[in-house]
Protein backbone atom coordinates (compact mmCIF):
# COMPACT_ATOMS: atom_id res chain seq x y z
CA UNK A 1 0.00 0.00 0.00
CA UNK A 2 1.08 3.38 -0.90
CA UNK A 3 0.13 6.19 1.98
CA UNK A 4 0.66 9.90 1.92
CA UNK A 5 0.59 11.42 5.31
CA UNK A 6 0.28 14.94 5.77
CA UNK A 7 1.26 17.42 8.70
CA UNK A 8 1.19 21.09 8.56
CA UNK A 9 4.02 21.18 10.83
CA UNK A 10 7.70 20.79 10.51
CA UNK A 11 8.63 17.54 11.56
CA UNK A 12 9.60 16.36 14.32
CA UNK A 13 9.70 18.67 17.07
CA UNK A 14 12.78 19.00 19.18
CA UNK A 15 10.85 19.02 22.64
CA UNK A 16 7.09 19.63 23.17
CA UNK A 17 4.62 17.92 20.20
CA UNK A 18 2.56 15.05 20.95
CA UNK A 19 0.65 15.42 17.84
CA UNK A 20 3.90 15.64 15.53
CA UNK A 21 5.87 12.55 17.50
CA UNK A 22 2.74 10.44 16.74
CA UNK A 23 3.12 11.66 13.03
CA UNK A 24 6.70 10.39 12.74
CA UNK A 25 6.32 7.03 14.33
CA UNK A 26 3.37 6.02 12.66
CA UNK A 27 5.41 7.00 9.41
CA UNK A 28 8.24 4.94 10.34
CA UNK A 29 6.04 2.14 11.70
CA UNK A 30 4.08 1.84 8.41
CA UNK A 31 7.63 1.51 7.08
CA UNK A 32 8.45 -1.10 9.28
CA UNK A 33 5.73 -3.42 8.35
CA UNK A 34 6.45 -3.06 4.72
CA UNK A 35 3.95 -0.21 3.19
CA UNK A 36 5.25 2.54 1.09
CA UNK A 37 4.90 6.26 2.68
CA UNK A 38 5.08 9.58 1.68
CA UNK A 39 5.49 12.46 3.68
CA UNK A 40 4.24 15.89 2.69
CA UNK A 41 4.96 18.58 5.21
CA UNK A 42 6.66 22.25 5.38
CA UNK A 43 9.94 22.79 4.04
CA UNK A 44 12.36 21.52 6.87
CA UNK A 45 10.48 18.63 7.38
CA UNK A 46 12.95 15.20 7.68
CA UNK A 47 12.31 11.10 8.52
CA UNK A 48 14.83 9.01 8.25
CA UNK A 49 13.50 5.95 5.63
CA UNK A 50 10.89 8.26 5.01
CA UNK A 51 10.62 10.32 1.56
CA UNK A 52 9.42 13.83 2.10
CA UNK A 53 8.16 16.03 -0.19
CA UNK A 54 8.17 19.97 0.98
CA UNK A 55 5.24 21.95 0.75
CA UNK A 56 3.81 24.94 1.67
CA UNK A 57 0.62 23.68 4.31
CA UNK A 58 -1.62 26.41 2.67
CA UNK A 59 -1.12 24.46 -0.84
CA UNK A 60 -2.10 21.17 0.43
CA UNK A 61 -5.18 22.88 2.37
CA UNK A 62 -6.42 24.56 -1.19
CA UNK A 63 -9.34 23.48 -2.72
CA UNK A 64 -8.41 21.79 -6.17
CA UNK A 65 -5.24 20.52 -4.49
CA UNK A 66 -3.75 18.49 -6.72
CA UNK A 67 -1.48 15.96 -5.20
CA UNK A 68 -0.80 14.66 -8.72
CA UNK A 69 1.75 17.61 -9.38
CA UNK A 70 4.38 16.55 -6.77
CA UNK A 71 3.46 12.82 -6.13
CA UNK A 72 3.53 10.82 -9.15
CA UNK A 73 2.77 7.43 -7.81
CA UNK A 74 -0.67 5.87 -7.54
CA UNK A 75 -1.78 6.41 -3.82
CA UNK A 76 -4.03 4.23 -1.71
CA UNK A 77 -5.19 6.32 0.88
CA UNK A 78 -3.92 10.01 1.97
CA UNK A 79 -3.74 10.52 5.79
CA UNK A 80 -4.26 14.16 6.86
CA UNK A 81 -3.42 15.22 10.83
CA UNK A 82 -5.81 18.35 10.30
CA UNK A 83 -9.47 18.72 9.56
CA UNK A 84 -9.88 17.70 5.99
CA UNK A 85 -12.34 20.10 4.46
CA UNK A 86 -10.40 19.89 0.56
CA UNK A 87 -10.07 15.92 -0.42
CA UNK A 88 -8.48 15.48 -3.57
CA UNK A 89 -10.90 13.72 -6.03
CA UNK A 90 -10.29 10.07 -6.72
CA UNK A 91 -8.15 9.34 -3.40
CA UNK A 92 -9.51 7.68 -0.54
CA UNK A 93 -8.94 9.81 2.34
CA UNK A 94 -9.22 9.78 6.02
CA UNK A 95 -7.99 12.31 8.83
CA UNK A 96 -6.86 12.31 12.49
CA UNK A 97 -8.32 14.67 14.93
CA UNK A 98 -5.66 14.50 17.15
CA UNK A 99 -7.71 17.33 19.85
CA UNK A 100 -11.10 17.91 20.90
CA UNK A 101 -13.97 19.65 18.62
CA UNK A 102 -15.57 22.75 20.22
CA UNK A 103 -19.40 23.78 20.50
CA UNK A 104 -20.58 20.20 20.05
CA UNK A 105 -19.26 19.45 16.87
CA UNK A 106 -19.70 16.23 15.34
CA UNK A 107 -16.74 14.15 13.37
CA UNK A 108 -17.54 13.55 9.56
CA UNK A 109 -17.24 9.69 7.77
CA UNK A 110 -13.69 10.35 7.21
CA UNK A 111 -12.31 11.11 11.14
CA UNK A 112 -10.09 8.87 13.10
CA UNK A 113 -9.98 9.74 16.79
CA UNK A 114 -7.42 8.48 19.14
CA UNK A 115 -9.29 6.69 22.17
CA UNK A 116 -12.31 5.01 22.55
CA UNK A 117 -13.70 7.68 24.75
CA UNK A 118 -12.42 10.50 22.29
CA UNK A 119 -14.52 8.94 19.65
CA UNK A 120 -18.01 8.89 21.76
CA UNK A 121 -17.77 12.15 22.70
CA UNK A 122 -16.97 13.35 18.61
CA UNK A 123 -20.35 10.57 17.87
CA UNK A 124 -18.34 8.54 16.06
CA UNK A 125 -16.94 4.81 16.36
CA UNK A 126 -13.29 5.26 14.70
CA UNK A 127 -10.38 5.45 16.64
CA UNK A 128 -6.55 4.64 16.90
CA UNK A 129 -5.29 5.04 20.19
CA UNK A 130 -1.75 6.71 19.77
CA UNK A 131 1.33 4.31 20.29
CA UNK A 132 5.37 5.92 21.17
CA UNK A 133 8.17 4.30 19.54
CA UNK A 134 9.91 2.55 22.35
CA UNK A 135 13.06 1.85 21.36
CA UNK A 136 13.39 5.78 21.93
CA UNK A 137 13.13 5.29 25.59
CA UNK A 138 14.90 3.70 28.42
CA UNK A 139 13.26 1.43 30.72
CA UNK A 140 14.56 1.72 34.29
CA UNK A 141 13.59 -0.66 37.16
CA UNK A 142 15.34 1.47 40.01
CA UNK A 143 13.59 4.75 40.21
CA UNK A 144 15.26 7.81 41.55
CA UNK A 145 14.30 9.96 44.49
CA UNK A 146 11.76 12.16 42.72
CA UNK A 147 7.81 12.03 41.05
CA UNK A 148 7.35 13.95 37.58
CA UNK A 149 4.95 15.86 36.13
CA UNK A 150 5.78 16.38 32.23
CA UNK A 151 2.80 18.20 30.09
CA UNK A 152 1.84 21.92 29.37
CA UNK A 153 1.47 23.77 32.60
CA UNK A 154 -2.48 24.43 32.03
CA UNK A 155 -4.45 24.50 34.38
CA UNK A 156 -6.83 21.48 32.32
CA UNK A 157 -3.27 19.48 32.64
CA UNK A 158 -3.82 19.70 36.57
CA UNK A 159 -0.22 20.62 37.80
CA UNK A 160 -1.83 21.87 40.55
CA UNK A 161 -3.29 18.97 41.71
CA UNK A 162 0.32 17.36 41.58
CA UNK A 163 2.10 20.48 43.43
CA UNK A 164 -0.51 19.98 46.36
CA UNK A 165 -0.31 16.37 46.08
CA UNK A 166 4.02 16.66 46.61
CA UNK A 167 3.47 19.01 49.22
CA UNK A 168 0.75 16.48 50.86
CA UNK A 169 3.39 13.66 50.69
CA UNK A 170 6.38 15.89 51.04
CA UNK A 171 8.36 14.10 48.11
CA UNK A 172 9.97 15.94 45.57
CA UNK A 173 8.38 16.45 42.45
CA UNK A 174 10.03 17.80 38.93
CA UNK A 175 7.79 19.56 37.08
CA UNK A 176 8.62 19.93 33.30
CA UNK A 177 6.60 21.70 31.24
CA UNK A 178 6.34 25.30 29.62
CA UNK A 179 5.22 28.79 31.48
CA UNK A 180 6.87 29.10 35.31
CA UNK A 181 4.99 29.73 38.18
CA UNK A 182 6.00 29.84 42.02
CA UNK A 183 6.58 26.72 43.93
CA UNK A 184 7.09 25.62 47.29
CA UNK A 185 10.68 23.86 48.28
CA UNK A 186 9.01 20.61 47.15
CA UNK A 187 8.67 21.33 43.57
CA UNK A 188 11.49 21.54 40.80
CA UNK A 189 10.71 23.07 37.97
CA UNK A 190 12.91 22.19 34.76
CA UNK A 191 11.62 23.92 31.63
CA UNK A 192 10.46 22.35 28.48
CA UNK A 193 12.43 19.47 27.95
CA UNK A 194 13.43 16.78 25.08
CA UNK A 195 15.68 14.29 23.84
CA UNK A 196 18.23 12.89 26.47
CA UNK A 197 16.88 15.00 29.62
CA UNK A 198 13.09 14.03 28.86
CA UNK A 199 14.04 10.50 28.66
CA UNK A 200 16.45 10.46 31.77
CA UNK A 201 13.69 12.37 33.52
CA UNK A 202 10.86 9.44 32.31
CA UNK A 203 13.14 6.62 33.15
CA UNK A 204 14.67 7.96 36.95
CA UNK A 205 10.57 9.10 38.12
CA UNK A 206 9.12 7.10 40.44
CA UNK A 207 5.53 7.97 38.76
CA UNK A 208 4.14 10.23 36.18
CA UNK A 209 1.57 13.00 37.43
CA UNK A 210 -1.43 13.55 34.94
CA UNK A 211 -4.53 14.82 37.37
CA UNK A 212 -5.85 16.43 34.03
CA UNK A 213 -9.04 18.38 34.69
CA UNK A 214 -10.48 17.88 31.01
CA UNK A 215 -11.30 15.24 28.64
CA UNK A 216 -7.71 14.36 27.59
CA UNK A 217 -8.06 12.67 24.25
CA UNK A 218 -5.38 10.28 24.26
CA UNK A 219 -2.08 12.12 26.38
CA UNK A 220 1.49 10.83 24.95
CA UNK A 221 3.01 11.42 28.41
CA UNK A 222 0.96 8.33 29.88
CA UNK A 223 2.23 5.93 26.92
CA UNK A 224 6.22 7.50 27.21
CA UNK A 225 6.14 6.80 31.29
CA UNK A 226 4.74 3.27 30.42
CA UNK A 227 7.66 2.38 28.13
CA UNK A 228 10.30 4.06 30.99
CA UNK A 229 8.57 1.34 33.46
CA UNK A 230 6.87 4.18 35.25
CA UNK A 231 3.59 3.85 37.05
CA UNK A 232 0.98 6.94 36.41
CA UNK A 233 -1.05 8.88 39.10
CA UNK A 234 -4.21 10.24 37.18
CA UNK A 235 -7.94 11.32 37.25
CA UNK A 236 -10.56 9.49 35.82
CA UNK A 237 -11.28 12.32 32.64
CA UNK A 238 -11.38 11.85 28.86
CA UNK A 239 -9.26 8.56 27.97
CA UNK A 240 -6.90 7.75 31.14
CA UNK A 241 -9.38 4.81 32.14
CA UNK A 242 -8.85 3.31 29.15
CA UNK A 243 -5.08 4.18 29.11
CA UNK A 244 -4.36 3.09 33.21
CA UNK A 245 -4.40 -0.45 34.01
CA UNK A 246 -4.85 -1.58 37.41
CA UNK A 247 -0.73 -3.05 37.58
CA UNK A 248 0.36 -0.01 36.42
CA UNK A 249 -1.00 3.03 38.58
CA UNK A 250 -4.41 4.44 39.57
CA UNK A 251 -6.86 6.98 39.16
CA UNK A 252 -8.60 9.35 41.78
CA UNK A 253 -11.08 12.16 41.81
CA UNK A 254 -9.85 14.02 44.65
CA UNK A 255 -6.78 15.37 46.07
CA UNK A 256 -6.97 13.05 49.14
CA UNK A 257 -7.65 10.01 46.73
CA UNK A 258 -4.99 10.92 44.85
CA UNK A 259 -2.61 11.05 47.72
CA UNK A 260 -3.83 7.66 48.77
CA UNK A 261 -3.07 6.31 45.33
CA UNK A 262 0.63 7.85 45.75
CA UNK A 263 0.66 5.44 49.21
CA UNK A 264 0.48 2.39 46.84
CA UNK A 265 3.43 3.12 44.64
CA UNK A 266 5.11 -0.10 45.91
CA UNK A 267 2.51 -2.15 44.47
CA UNK A 268 3.02 -0.84 40.68
CA UNK A 269 6.11 -3.31 38.98
CA UNK A 270 8.13 -0.79 36.60
CA UNK A 271 8.32 -4.06 34.08
CA UNK A 272 3.75 -4.56 34.29
CA UNK A 273 4.35 -0.37 32.97
CA UNK A 274 6.74 -1.58 30.14
CA UNK A 275 5.17 -4.78 29.01
CA UNK A 276 1.54 -2.84 29.16
CA UNK A 277 2.90 -0.46 26.53
CA UNK A 278 4.82 -3.35 24.57
CA UNK A 279 1.13 -5.46 24.65
CA UNK A 280 -1.02 -2.08 23.51
CA UNK A 281 0.84 1.13 23.03
CA UNK A 282 3.68 0.98 20.71
CA UNK A 283 3.77 2.41 17.42
CA UNK A 284 3.45 -0.82 15.53
CA UNK A 285 0.66 -1.80 17.48
CA UNK A 286 -0.87 2.05 16.35
CA UNK A 287 0.32 1.25 12.61
CA UNK A 288 -1.41 -1.72 12.08
CA UNK A 289 -4.40 -0.06 13.34
CA UNK A 290 -4.20 2.65 10.62
CA UNK A 291 -3.82 -0.29 8.01
CA UNK A 292 -7.25 -1.62 9.38
CA UNK A 293 -8.66 1.50 9.49
CA UNK A 294 -7.29 2.11 6.08
CA UNK A 295 -7.75 -1.40 4.61
CA UNK A 296 -11.49 -1.23 5.63
CA UNK A 297 -11.92 2.26 4.13
CA UNK A 298 -10.32 1.04 0.38
CA UNK A 299 -12.99 -2.24 0.75
CA UNK A 300 -15.75 -1.05 1.85
CA UNK A 301 -15.81 2.59 1.93
CA UNK A 302 -16.34 3.37 5.21
CA UNK A 303 -13.85 3.53 8.40
CA UNK A 304 -14.42 0.31 11.24
CA UNK A 305 -15.08 0.88 14.76
CA UNK A 306 -11.74 0.93 16.96
CA UNK A 307 -11.00 -1.99 19.03
CA UNK A 308 -10.80 -1.81 23.03
CA UNK A 309 -7.84 -2.08 24.39
CA UNK A 310 -8.61 -5.76 25.41
CA UNK A 311 -8.14 -6.67 21.86
CA UNK A 312 -5.30 -4.95 20.70
CA UNK A 313 -2.69 -7.63 22.23
CA UNK A 314 -3.98 -10.16 19.83
CA UNK A 315 -4.41 -8.03 16.77
CA UNK A 316 -1.22 -9.01 15.14
Not at 19 to 24: F, G, L, P, T
Not at 73 to 80: A, K
Not at 198 to 220: H, I, S
Not at 276 to 287: D, G, I, T, W
Amino acid sequence: MHIVQFHHVRLPVPKYGGAERIVVWLCQGLVELGHRVTLLAPPGSHIPGVPVVEIAPEQVLTPGFDVGRFITEPIDVMHYHCPLRYPPPGIACVWTLHGNMGGGRRADARTICVSQDHARRHGTEAFVRNGVRLDEYEFRAVKGDYDLFLARLHSVKGWQVAVAAAKRCRVRLVLAGGWRPSFSRFVTFVGKVGGVRKRDLLAGARCLWMPVRWEDPCPVNVLEAFASGTPVIGSPRGSLPELIASETGGLGTTLDELVALRGRLAAWDPRACRAHAERHFSHLVMAREYLRMYGALLETGALPPGRPASQLASAG
